[in-house]
């Protein structure tokens, strides 16, 4: 099987890896496996504030008037979601957004003070999911430069061509998770010691991010994952899901 070495596996390569690892060629275990792989990237995301997800200076261009607006691939190239955002900063005065409740913009609204002697919006909130609310509207099309951590882009079951979103140094991890579920779900014999492999990869890529991060000086708030790598927990739950969960 031929890599690309820049970005790695697509889920194909994967599904086949999985295959070719468990044994059953099945129809019903390969579609088991193409369902289980856009799952095991969620997840494996979740397990970390990995740094490969942070971006800053994305680009999001008002239009005159407008308030709302979507965190999506159109507007910035990515999708994240609204309580991912670190900070916002108006570009042409570099003037920091201040975040408040949405509630305060509507008295804003309701108030009818528009803000119109500003031509630059001072506050944002967040409107939706992945959606936020500047105030006031600006008056003239301007950039807005968003920080904060994106939202993977999760491949399809049925068209996983194109490279998982997951650097490569970090995809052997992500492919034992895989196998180690596709053996669970089998009742494998080699279930358990695959399962302690694929999690002693994890924690390895995991220690290996926060290094580069500069952990040690770096005052991020760990996820759990972390907590539990380093000691201060010992069970497999991250919020939202056990990792063994079908």
């Not at 599904?15 to 496996?33: A, E, H």
Request: glycine share 6%.
């Amino acid at each position: 099987m031929a890599i690309n070495q820049t970005t790695g596996y697509t889920g194909d390569d994967i599904v086949s890896r999985v295959v070719n690892y468990v044994g059953n060629t099945s129809s019903g275990f390969r579609d088991y496996v193409r369902q289980t792989v856009p799952l095991a990237i969620f997840r494996f995301c979740k397990m970390h504030d990995w740094s490969f997800l942070r971006k800053t200076g994305l680009s999001l261009t008002t239009v005159t008037g407008q308030a709302e607006y979507d965190l999506s691939v159109a507007n910035i190239g990515f999708l994240m979601a609204a309580t991912d955002i670190e900070t916002i900063r108006a570009e042409a005065d570099n003037v920091i957004l201040k975040r408040i409740d949405l509630n305060q913009i509507r008295r804003f609204d309701a108030d009818n003070n528009d803000g119109s002697a500003n031509n630059t919006p001072t506050y944002w909130a967040i409107a939706g999911d992945n959606t936020i609310r500047i105030w006031p509207p600006t008056v003239k099309a301007m950039s807005l430069k968003i920080d904060g951590k994106i939202t993977p882009t999760v491949p399809d079951p049925d068209s996983m061509t194109s490279a998982v979103p997951i650097p490569y140094k970090y995809q052997e991890s992500l492919i034992e998770y895989v196998i180690a579920l596709a053996l669970d779900r089998e009742n494998d014999d080699r279930a358990p010691i695959k399962k302690q492999e694929a999690m002693s990869l994890i924690r390895s890529d995991i220690l290996d991010d926060m290094r580069n991060l500069g952990d040690a000086e770096n005052p991020r708030i760990r996820s759990l994952m972390e907590a539990r790598f380093d000691g201060v927990s010992g069970n497999n739950y991250v919020p939202g899901f056990n990792v063994w969960d079908d």
